[in-house]
C-alpha cells in the first residue's frame, strides 16, 4: 500500500483524448490528449499508485483521478548558475563609475 | 447531464451568465457597437468605492521609487540633454506582490457581496495568487486553473510557483496540458461548484486596476508637483493597460500611455512543443497583439480590457533585453523584481533617451520574484529546452531558438509597433466576427473610439475591406 486515508496526493486525469479535442489548434497539440493534476486529501482507505482514486481538494472539492504522486514535492528552485549572466553587475558598475562620478 | 465537451461549451452563455452575474445583452446594439462607459458604469464601481474596497485588504499605496542609477545608466546612451527619469511604482508591495491584487481585490468583493461561496480564475500568472489572496482574506474558497505543462509533463517554472503561491493562500489549483480547451475546464468547475468567475475582464477588474493610474498621478503630483509625461505598461490581455490608463484620465493626467511587450513573434501559444520554448508566460505578443486586435476573445462576452481604445504607442522588446534589465535592477537599484514585469522597465530604459532630461517616464508595475520565477531558473529552464543563450546583438534573437542578452546596455532597444496596423486589424475582425454587412453609423462612432481613431480612419478601412455603411 502506497497511501492511506488522508493522504496528501496529487491525481492525474486525462480530459480530452487526442481526437476529441478542439478543431482549432496546431497539429501538434491535435495529436496528445488534454490533461490534468489535482491535489487533495485521498478518501479511499488505502491506495497504491496508478489507482483510481477519490480526494477532496484543500477547499473541500471531491474528484477522481489516477494517483500518480504523495506528498507532491515542490521541484522549481533557483536554477543552475547562468554564467552569462555573472558579468552584467560588474560591467554596469564599470560604465557608472567611467567619467570619476 | 451531458458533460461532453460541445455540450459544456454550447452552455457557455448561461454558465457565464449564472457566474459573473452581468447580463451582457443590455449593453449591446445589435451590430458591433456595445455601450462600453454604460457597461465600465453600471456593472463597476466609482474609483472612490474601489479605494475603499482595496483599503479593506491592504491593496494599492504602493511606493513610487526613482530609479537614479538605471537613469544615471540610461543618459551615457543618450544624445546630450536626453535621458528622462525613469521612475517604477512598486507593485510587487501589494498582498500577493502584483498588481493583480487590485483587479483581485475588487473580484473578491464583489463575489462576497452577491453571496457566492467561492471564486474560480483561468489563470497562469500572478493574477491567479491574487485572487487566493483576496478570497484568503474574505473566507471565500479559491479553485485557480492554470495552463501549465506540456505534453511530456514539464512545466514552466514560473507557473509552477505561481501554483505554489495559490496554494500558500488555501487554493486549490487545477493544472493542465496546453491548449485553449483550458475554457472547457473552466465552464465545468464553474457549473458544479456555481462560484463566482473572478474574471480577469470583468468591468469590477478592470476598474480595480484604474486606482494604479490615478494614484500615479496623485504620487507625482505632490512629490513632483506634476504629471509623468509617459507612463509604460507591460501588456498582455490588455487589462493592465486599460485600467491604468482609465486612472490617469480620471485624474485629469494627459500622460502618454505605451505598452511594452516581449517580442514571441513566430511562436504558436497553443502549440505543445513550442510552449515550453519560450521564456515568458505572459507580458509577450503572443498574448498583446491578439488581445488588442480581439478583446472579446476573453472569458467574458464582452472584455472590458481594450488596450487600443487608450494606447498611444506600443512597442516590443526582446527576452534578453528583459532579462539583462532585470540583473540591472539588482545590481543598481538593489532590489529584485520580476523578469516578466520588468519589460516596460526595458522599453522605458529605451524610451527615456528619447526623452528630455526633465520629463517622467514611469514603468507602472513590478511583481515579486521567487524560486522559478527568476532570471536564473527561467534561463536553466530555457537552456534545457534547447534554446542557445548569447551575447550580442539583442535585435537578431530568434523566439523559441536563442536569447540574445545585450552586449552593453545600449544595445536594449524598444521597437515600436504600427498601432493603425493593429487597428485595421481590430475593425476586421469586428467585421468577421459579428459577420455585418451594413455598419452602422453607431457603430462607425464605436470603432472610432475603441480604436483612438476617429471616424475618417474608421471609413477608410471599411473602404479597404468592401464594407458598406
Known amino acids: 500500500m502506497d497511501a492511506k486515508k488522508g493522504d496528501w496526493v496529487r491525481i492525474h486525469n486525462i480530459v480530452l483524448k487526442a481526437g476529441e479535442r478542439s478543431s482549432n489548434l496546431p497539429e501538434d497539440t491535435q495529436k496528445v490528449p488534454l490533461e490534468m493534476w489535482v491535489k487533495g486529501f485521498l478518501l479511499n482507505d488505502e491506495a497504491n499508485i496508478g489507482d483510481e482514486v477519490e480526494i477532496e481538494t484543500y ?43 | 447531464m ?86 517604477i511604482k512598486d507593485e510587487a508591495a501589494n498582498p500577493s506582490g502584483s498588481f493583480k491584487a487590485r483587479r483581485a481585490a475588487t473580484a473578491c468583493y464583489h463575489a462576497e457581496k452577491l453571496g457566492y461561496k467561492g471564486v474560480i480564475a483561468a489563470t497562469s500568472g500572478n493574477y491567479g495568487s491574487a485572487v487566493a489572496s483576496q478570497a484568503a482574506m474574505r473566507g471565500l474558497r479559491c479553485i485557480v486553473v492554470q495552463e501549465c505543462y506540456d505534453s511530456r509533463g514539464v512545466g514552466q517554472p514560473e507557473i509552477i510557483e505561481k501554483a505554489r503561491k495559490c496554494e500558500a493562500f488555501g487554493a486549490e489549483v487545477v493544472q493542465l496540458t496546453v491548449g485553449p480547451e483550458l475554457f472547457y475546464t473552466f465552464l465545468v468547475l464553474l457549473e458544479e461548484t ?85 521564456s515568458f508566460t505572459t507580458g509577450h505578443t503572443g498574448f498583446g497583439v491578439p488581445f488588442a486586435t480581439w478583446p472579446d476573445r476573453s472569458d467574458v462576452p464582452r472584455s472590458a480590457a481594450r488596450p487600443l481604445r487608450y494606447l498611444d504607442r506600443y512597442v516590443t522588446v526582446n527576452q534578453g533585453s528583459v532579462f539583462y534589465m532585470t540583473e540591472a535592477l539588482a545590481q543598481l537599484e538593489g532590489i529584485e523584481r520580476g523578469p516578466a514585469g520588468n519589460t516596460s522597465l526595458a522599453a522605458a530604459f529605451y524610451l527615456a533617451q528619447e526623452m528630455d532630461e526633465d520629463q517622467i517616464i514611469v514603468v507602472q508595475e513590478t511583481e515579486y520574484t521567487g524560486a522559478g520565477k527568476h532570471i536564473q531558473p527561467q534561463l536553466t529552464f530555457a537552456r534545457k529546452n534547447g534554446i542557445e543563450i548569447l551575447i550580442g546583438d539583442p535585435s537578431e534573437e530568434v523566439p523559441g ?43 462607425i462612432k464605436f470603432l472610432a473610439e475603441d480604436t483612438k481613431s476617429n471616424e475618417e480612419f474608421v471609413k477608410e478601412v471599411l473602404d479597404e475591406l468592401g464594407v458598406k455603411y
Open chain 1, 59 to 101: 477547499i473541500g472539492r471531491r474528484t477522481k483521478g489516477k494517483l500518480i504522486e504523495i506528498n507532491p514535492r515542490w521541484e522549481h528552485d533557483f536554477g543552475e548558475v547562468v554564467p552569462e549572466l555573472l558579468h552584467i553587475g560588474r560591467q554596469l558598475r564599470a560604465i557608472l563609475e567611467e567619467d570619476g562620478e
Open chain 2, 2 to 87: 451531458d458533460m461532453s465537451y460541445e455540450a459544456v461549451m454550447a452552455r457557455k452563455g448561461e454558465i457565464m451568465k449564472r457566474a459573473i452575474g452581468i447580463d451582457y445583452d443590455e449593453f449591446e446594439s445589435g451590430s458591433i457597437a456595445f455601450d462600453y462607459e454604460r457597461m465600465m458604469r453600471e456593472t463597476g464601481y466609482t474609483l472612490q468605492e474601489i479605494q475603499k474596497i482595496q483599503s479593506e485588504t491592504n491593496v494599492g499605496n504602493t511606493p513610487l521609487l526613482e530609479l537614479k542609477n538605471l537613469t544615471k545608466l540610461a543618459r551615457k546612451y543618450a544624445p546630450k540633454g536626453k535621458g528622462a527619469r525613469i521612475f
Open chain 2, 194 to 278: 456555481g462560484y463566482f468567475n473572478a474574471s480577469l475582464y470583468s468591468p469590477f477588474g478592470i476598474a480595480g486596476v484604474e486606482t494604479l493610474g490615478y494614484e500615479i498621478a496623485m504620487q507625482f503630483r505632490e512629490r513632483e508637483g506634476r504629471d509623468p509625461d509617459a507612463v509604460v505598461v507591460t501588456n498582455a490581455g490588455g487589462g493592465n493597460l486599460t485600467g491604468t490608463a482609465r486612472g490617469l484620465l480620471k485624474a485629469g493626467a494627459q500622460s502618454k500611455v505605451i505598452g511594452a511587450s516581449v517580442d514571441l513573434s513566430g511562436l504558436h501559444m497553443a502549440s505543445d512543443i513550442q510552449f515550453n520554448k519560450k
Open chain 2, 401 to 443: 531558438k536563442n536569447i540574445i542578452l545585450p552586449k552593453d546596455p545600449g544595445y536594449i532597444k524598444a521597437k515600436d509597433l504600427d498601432v493603425d496596423k493593429l487597428r485595421k486589424s481590430y475593425i476586421r475582425n469586428c467585421i468577421n466576427n459579428y459577420k455585418v454587412e451594413k455598419v452602422t453609423e453607431e457603430d
